[in-house]
T-cell receptor, first 113, second 117 residues
Framework: SQELEQSPQSLIVQEGKNLTINCTSS?????LYWYKQKYGEGLIFLMM?????EEKSHEKITAKLDEKKQQSSLHITASQPSHAGIYLC?????????????FGAGTQVVVTP | DTEVTQTPKHLVMGMTNKKSLKCEQH?????MYWYKQKAKKPPELMFV???????INESVPSRFSPECPNSSLLNLHLHALQPEDSALYLC????????????????FGDGTRLSIL
């Protein structure tokens, strides 16, 4: 099965500082998703990347897909308390059905004053 | 705010009870999903419905019974659950199941926190 490794597992960042989360797949990536989850709540869709070299931004969050490295990065600029939460990357499993979304273990982000 | 609505938000039940979780979306999506999430773990897929037909069952025990009455509604019927079934149950929807060349982002509800006594 396709495995997704996220790093770091957790990080603490001071408000106003930048942070980067990485997601690496052991198998071919056909699409990479980033979600954010607050504890005990649902997942909020952030971005979807499909093509190698693709880069998307929304507000202060930028995600990139490096198809050759089978890797994606999520970068937050000038972090704010609202950026705190668990960030999950997800990718489709390589099976007959493309409805199977598999997630990485998640990265917990804490933003301190 | 989420466009996928799940009820109830919290549910406590005994091992002999029968209860149902409900999920509703009005985005015109034709694929709907149930996920189970244990504490500090990522969500794990349980079932996929595509155009109101069960498309994927990830070898889920029969004490979980999904139902898709129409394209907007998804139920998860629970019976004789075990304490280890306590978890956050998430519903999601997407325009359709997607293909290799046209992935579809899934949109999630806020979940139902289930506790089995």
């Amino acid at each position: 099965s396709q495995e997704l490794e996220q790093s770091p597992q957790s990080l603490i960042v001071q408000e106003g500082k930048n942070l980067t989360i990485n997601c690496t797949s052991s198998k071919t990536l056909y699409g990479l998703y980033w979600y954010k989850q607050k504890y005990g709540e649902g997942l909020i869709f952030l971005m979807m990347l499909q093509k190698g070299g693709e880069e998307k931004s929304h507000e202060k969050i930028t995600a990139k897909l490096d198809e050759k490295k089978q890797q994606s990065s999520l970068h937050i600029t000038a972090s704010q308390p609202s950026h705190a939460g668990i960030y999950l990357c997800g990718a489709f499993r390589l099976t007959d059905s493309w409805g199977k979304l598999q997630f990485g273990a998640g990265t917990q982000v804490v933003v301190t004053p | 705010d989420t466009e996928v609505t799940q009820t109830p938000k919290h549910l406590v039940m005994g091992m002999t009870n029968k209860k149902s979780l409900k999920c509703e979306q009005h985005m015109g999506h034709r694929a709907m999903y149930w996920y189970k999430q244990k504490a500090k773990k990522p969500p794990e897929l349980m079932f996929v419905y595509s155009y109101e037909k069960l498309s994927i069952n990830e070898s889920v025990p029969s004490r979980f019974s999904p139902e898709c009455p129409n394209s907007s509604l998804l139920n998860l019927h629970l019976h004789a659950l075990q304490p280890e079934d306590s978890a956050l149950y998430l519903c999601a929807s997407s325009p359709d199941e997607g293909t290799k060349y046209s992935n579809q982002p899934q949109h999630f509800g806020d979940g139902t926190r289930l506790s089995i006594l």
